[in-house]
């Protein structure tokens, strides 16, 4: 069975890092771009991150530009997204996606995971 | 950016009942629109892609239409586990963007 699992969200102080991840299953990793798509309590969905099937590209929004860092190790099938300087409005549920196909333009997200929550507050 | 719109954010139906939810992008985008359901406390799921294809898995009950900036979602006849929120998605161009949702309530 094709799976996602997230984990690694919890409470943390604006300005601190964290690092959350999801656990790929059921399918060849390296065939399918990965994105991050998160969403704040009670408000709607916006992709956060993206990179390639074959982990050479990736691609951010400009929320999150030059604070937030997506990878991948293809040794253990996990996806990464590595978040520093943290602010208030980064409150919210992370989901991992994969896309339809490999390109870093890939945006059709027919598999998901069900998200782990990350809390910025002091 | 692209911008989604949709139309309405919410509304109430019964049981049976054909309803249909807008979605208008605020450029072109061929015919790269994705439909999505979300159920409280659930992951969205993927029903339509690239405007009027049904994803595996999907009941026949739902449908998309259009192409360019205008496009629909139908759902044929209603049934009580439709009640969820439904997002349009643009995967025309970097970034990704999402309608801001309808809550549809049965």
């Known amino acids: 069975e094709m799976q996602l699992l997230e984990s690694g969200g919890g409470l943390v102080q604006p300005g601190g890092s964290l690092r959350v991840s999801c656990a790929a299953s059921?399918?060849?990793?390296?065939?399918?771009?990965m994105s991050w798509v998160r969403q704040a309590p009670g408000k709607g969905l916006e992709w956060v991150s993206g990179?390639?099937?074959?982990?050479?590209?990736?691609n951010y929004a400009d929320s999150v530009k030059g604070r937030f860092t997506i990878s991948k190790d293809t040794s253990n099938d996990t996806l990464y997204l590595e978040m520093k300087s943290l602010r208030d409005e980064d409150t919210a549920i992370y989901f991992c996606?994969?896309?339809?196909?490999?390109?870093?333009?890939?945006?059709?997200?027919?598999?998901w995971g069900r998200g782990t929550l990350v809390t910025v507050s002091s | 950016d692209i911008q989604m719109t949709q139309s309405p954010s919410s509304l109430s139906a019964s049981v049976g009942q054909r309803v249909t939810i807008a979605c208008r992008a605020s450029?072109?985008?061929?015919?790269?629109l994705n439909w999505y359901q979300q159920k409280p406390g659930e992951a969205p799921k993927l029903l339509i892609f690239?405007?009027?294809d049904l994803q595996t898995g999907v009941p026949t009950r739902f449908s998309g239409r259009g192409s360019g900036t205008d496009f629909t979602l139908t759902i044929s006849s209603l049934q009580p586990e439709d009640s969820a929120t439904y997002y349009c998605?643009?995967?025309?161009?970097?970034?990704?963007?999402f309608g801001q949702g309808t809550k549809l309530e049965i």
């Open positions: 998605q643009q995967s025309n161009k970097t970034p990704p963007t």
């Open positions: 059921g399918f060849k990793f390296t065939d399918y771009a």
């Open positions: 450029q072109g985008i061929a015919s790269f």
């Open positions: 996606a994969r896309a339809s196909c490999s390109s870093v333009f890939c945006y059709r997200f027919a598999l």
């Open positions: 690239e405007a009027i």
């Open positions: 990179l390639s099937g074959g982990g050479g590209a990736t």
